[in-house]
């Protein structure tokens, strides 16, 4: 079976610096897709980023970029400038290409940003 | 921008009645979903829905479960008969069922407390 890990409980970061969360996962599958979820205080969840595994460039979103690294089952999350609005939670998740839809969730790194 | 919705926000009921949770997913969108987050636990997939069915489901999502789309905006989530460990947040989530597999737009939750 599929699992995410996020090591990370909690990080912070000071405004306009950057912050990289990690996420590594485990499964024998050889095409999947990954995501960073983002889950504001009270809000849903947003999805910031989306790889697909057999595409070897590494996703971008304006401040937010990833470093995916297939052959360690490694997929971390980097914030640039951070900004105050990027305090959340954030999920990484796993989702198998193969004849299903679920995503399968990791535990989840609170960020906090600081001015 | 479109957004999944879900009601109530919060609700607390007693061990043993039932529950309804209601989400209006996205208007063309064709996959559906509940997850489920218990406090300080990652979250975790209920079920699939599409074309009027289940399409997948998890262990979690046994007898005490159903799904049902009754019109053609609401997408509900019954428990037969609550039990304390089924105090969660319940997320709905709605996908556009074209490309970008794995997109999932997700609602702001309906806190669940069974007392």
């Known amino acids: 079976a599929q699992t995410v890990t996020q090591s990370q409980p909690e990080m912070s970061v000071q405004e306009a610096e950057t912050v990289t969360l990690s996420c590594t996962y485990d499964?024998?599958?050889?095409?999947?897709?990954l995501f960073w979820y983002k889950q504001p205080p009270s809000r849903q969840m947003i999805l910031v980023i989306r790889?697909?595994?057999?595409?070897?460039q590494n996703a971008t979103e304006n401040r937010f970029s990833v470093n995916f690294q297939k052959a360690a089952k490694s997929f971390s999350l980097k914030i640039s400038d951070s900004q105050l609005g990027d305090t959340a939670m954030y999920f990484c998740?796993?989702?198998?290409?193969?004849?299903?839809?679920?995503?399968?969730f990791g535990t989840g790194t609170r960020l906090q940003v600081f001015p | 921008e479109p957004e999944v919705t879900q009601t109530p926000s919060h609700q607390v009921t007693q061990m043993g009645q039932e529950v309804i949770l209601r989400c209006v997913p996205i208007?063309?969108?064709?996959?559906f979903y509940w997850y489920r987050q218990i406090l300080g636990q990652k979250v975790e997939f209920l079920v699939s829905?599409?074309?009027?069915?289940?399409?997948?489901k998890s262990e979690i999502f046994d007898d005490q479960f159903s799904v049902e789309r009754p019109d053609g905006s609401n997408f509900t989530l019954k428990i037969r008969s609550t039990k304390l460990e089924d105090s969660a947040m319940y997320f709905c989530?709605?996908?556009?069922?074209?490309?970008?597999?794995?997109?999932?737009?997700f609602g702001p939750g309906t806190r669940l407390t069974v007392t």
């Open positions: 829905f599409y074309n009027n069915e289940i399409s997948e």
């Open positions: 989530a709605s996908y556009k069922g074209t490309e970008r597999k794995g997109e999932q737009y």
């Open positions: 998740a796993f989702m198998s290409s193969f004849d299903t839809d679920k995503l399968i």
């Open positions: 790889q697909e595994a057999y595409k070897q």
């Open positions: 499964t024998s599958e050889n095409n999947y897709y």
């Open positions: 208007s063309n969108h064709l996959y």
